[in-house]
């Protein structure tokens, strides 16, 4: 059958550019070969939302005489219910994807898509042709040789969020999003957990006073952080997992009922075509330029499997501005500088932009605003006072970056987005009135603090 785009994997980056294409008139298939919105929607970012509002739902009753609540009895967590409500949301969002997909009249072809020859696309020994194919097979989670998933013992994100009982203790390796996220809602359901990474701090890509701030607040629900250290081997011994390590104390022994490796991603290109018909690779990941053209005439690719940030929303931008090119429009480019990253554990993490350790690397001039939410009122109120917004500006008083720490921070972060995009001053953020009591009234106050005119510290 011929198309004018075949779209191989639908995540949020495979499904958004077919129902762009669509949308523009284009006659569109997408190919899945497992349930339609990719590693996102079923086993990654909504599914674990799920299960982290639950351990919040279950920290405010535990707190609940802190806000001059009595509960009557006791509150215990119910994982099989848990894991159960989790997967009900994946279920219902990927249904959702199945709609708007009908919607728009794109055909959804199950299976493994393999590229056989320019413009050719097959799956299940069914040949499809289309003048132009956009790669968003996305990825998976990467393993080690010296941390051997068994997926029982010593498991991934995945297995993670299907666990049918709490275990007594784990160890996370990694203290990425993945990581830190399921570090947290085990520890806050009561699991002793440790975290190891291999870099000198936690979340190693936020900006270091978030690290600092952070480990804080690990340590305080009790979770074990050991950073700048290294895991030479993980193996499981009549029943419990040993992980051999070796950091600031020397090689020692830990011991935990589950290892969860949280090492980072590994990009879905095995198999595919791509050898055969001479897409370059570099690194493990797909190699094109500023549209997302490989360098075989007619394919692209977007999302994980390209040299930018494995982020759900990047592949959806880049899913759209790759179609709009294809269709012959103007899109705009993606800025890879503005960015905005989320962790959600709790407090949040939000960021965007530089980190105050990457303008002195790169020799930028900047002035630093800060204010901590022990000074708002909302915060207090809410009894969310830890944490801080952060923020950077350059010679000009542009907004360069922002990194924040607290409660609801994560839906705080469009404001910065949108004022680093359009190089708004720190003057014009200043003079913008924002409401009273609010979370985001913080960014304000920080950006004051900045100019030296700040009224609330």
């Known amino acids: 059958m011929q198309y004018d785009l075949i779209v191989i994997g639908s995540g949020p980056g495979g499904y958004v550019a077919a129902i762009r294409a669509a949308q523009l008139g284009k006659k569109v298939a997408l190919v899945e070969k497992a349930e339609p919105g990719g590693v996102c929607l079923n086993w990654g970012c909504i599914p674990t939302k799920a299960l982290l509002k639950s351990a919040t739902v279950y920290r405010h009753c535990l707190e609940a005489a802190q806000y001059g609540l009595k509960l009557e009895g006791s509150v215990t967590p119910d994982l099989e219910a848990i894991v159960k409500r989790s997967r009900t949301v994946a279920e219902t969002m990927s249904k959702g994807i199945q709609f708007l997909l009908k919607k728009n009249a794109i055909d959804l072809i199950q299976g493994f898509g393999r590229l056989t020859a320019p413009k050719t696309v097959e799956v299940a020994d069914t040949t499809y042709t289309a003048d132009h194919i956009i ?81 804080r607040a690990f340590r305080k629900i009790r979770i074990g952080v050991m950073t700048a250290t290294t895991v030479k081997a993980a193996r499981v011994v009549e029943g419990h997992c040993e992980v051999e390590i070796e950091g600031k104390k020397g090689p ?28 370059k690779t570099e690194r493990g990941k797909v190699v094109v330029d500023e549209l997302y053209r490989t ?86 109120a809410a009894g969310e006072r830890d944490g801080f917004v952060k923020v950077l500006f350059d010679e000009e008083e542009r907004l360069i970056g922002a990194h924040m720490v607290g409660g609801s921070v994560t839906e705080m972060l469009a404001e910065p987005t949108l004022a680093k995009q359009l190089g708004i001053t720190a003057h014009q953020i200043a003079h913008t009135i924002h409401a009273h009591p609010s979370m985001n009234e913080a960014m304000m106050e920080a950006t004051e603090a900045a100019l030296g005119c700040a009224v609330h510290l």
């Open 295 to 380: 360098s075989v005439e007619g394919i692209y690719a977007i999302g994980d499997i390209i040299a930018t940030p494995a982020l759900a929303h990047v592949a959806s931008a880049e899913a759209i501005c790759c179609v709009e090119a294809i269709c012959g429009l103007n899109p705009t480019k993606i800025d890879y500088t503005t960015i905005p990253s989320c962790i959600f554990t709790a407090p949040e993490v939000a960021s965007v932009g530089y980190t105050e350790q990457q303008c002195i690397e790169k020799g930028i001039a900047y002035k630093v605003g800060r204010f901590p939410f022990t000074a708002s009122g909302k915060a207090t």
């Open 135 to 215: 790669l968003a097979t996305g990825a998976r989670p990467r393993t080690m040789e010296f941390i051997p998933i068994d997926g029982e013992h010593i498991i991934t994100s995945k297995e993670a969020l299907l666990l049918d009982k709490l275990p007594a203790s784990m160890i996370v390796v990694g203290s990425g999003a993945i990581g830190s996220e399921l570090a947290w809602f085990y520890a806050a359901l009561g699991v002793k957990v440790t975290i190891v990474e291999y870099l000198p701090r936690l979340m190693p890509l936020e900006d270091e006073e978030v690290s600092k701030a952070m480990e």
């Open 252 to 279: 020692e022994t830990l011991t935990a009922d589950i290892v969860l490796s949280a090492v980072g991603i590994a990009a879905n290109i095995e198999g595919i075509g791509l050898e055969e018909l001479g897409v």
